[in-house]
């Protein structure tokens, strides 16, 4: 079973900066394409950014400057560093991929980031 797994999230202030980290199991981790989304209470899931198994990145409009995501093959992970984050950055925010074969879709558990303002 494919596993992911975030962490570093937290509470920060308006402005702060923090590095989100998402690492997988179980998979040919050079050969998928990783997504970060996030969800406030009340509202849809929506795409913050991604990142093709090639490199090729892609961003939300609200994170575009700020947010920046990237990728370690060797570490099998995905890393999302967001700077100068706002109080609507509040959410929980989920690492995603999908099987390339079967195209079968897999979350990690989330991380909680909290912007106080």
């Known amino acids: 079973q494919v596993r992911l797994v975030e962490s570093g999230g937290g509470l920060v202030q308006v402005g702060e900066s923090l590095k989100l980290s998402c690492g997988a199991s179980?998979?040919?981790?050079?050969?998928?394409?990783m997504a970060w989304y996030r969800q406030s209470p009340g509202k849809q899931r929506e795409l913050v950014a991604s990142?093709?198994?090639?490199?090729?990145?892609n961003y939300a409009d609200f994170v575009k400057g700020r947010f920046t995501i990237s990728r370690d093959d060797m570490k099998a992970t995905v890393y999302l560093q967001m700077n100068s984050l706002k109080p609507e950055d509040t959410a929980t925010y989920y690492c995603?991929?999908?099987?390339?074969?079967?195209?079968?879709?897999?979350w990690g558990q989330g991380t909680q980031v909290t912007v106080s303002s």
């Open positions: 995603h991929t999908t099987d390339r074969f079967t195209s079968q879709p897999y």
């Open positions: 179980r998979i040919s981790f050079v050969h998928i394409n």
């Open positions: 990142i093709t198994n090639r490199g090729i990145t």
